[in-house]
């Protein structure tokens, strides 16, 4: 499920973009560079991500896609904080074309 700030949103949804979007033209997608950290990083086998989303596509639909291409990923999403352009940010903020949006896990520890 992909968290957002009024509730959760099923993977399934990630089909439906799939359908609705298809392979996406090229002149209607852009890319965008998504970085895992720690125990993403370990599930999906990679740090960073390339994934070509509809062109003005939110945060929201950028984690359906990446859960659709990464489904080992989708049970961490509900506690993953978001970041863009430095800045913390939610799903729906809207993505631009060569934008790296990092995904960190909560992290536990103290002293």
Not at 94 to 101: S, T, V
């Amino acid at each position: 499920m992909v968290f957002d700030n009024v509730g959760t949103v099923p993977v399934e949804s990630a089909n439906f973009l799939r359908k609705k979007h298809g392979t996406f033209p090229k002149e209607d997608r852009m890319e965008i560079t998504v970085k895992l950290f720690a125990l993403l990083r370990e599930k999906a086998g990679t740090d960073t991500i390339a994934l070509q989303v509809p062109q003005d596509a939110s945060v929201s639909q950028a984690l359906e896609i990446l859960q659709g291409q990464y489904p080992a990923l989708a049970l961490y999403m509900p506690r993953v904080r978001l970041a863009l352009r430095q800045n913390f940010v939610d799903t729906a903020t809207i993505l631009q074309g060569g934008d790296e949006l990092a995904l960190i896990p909560p992290v536990s520890g103290g002293f």
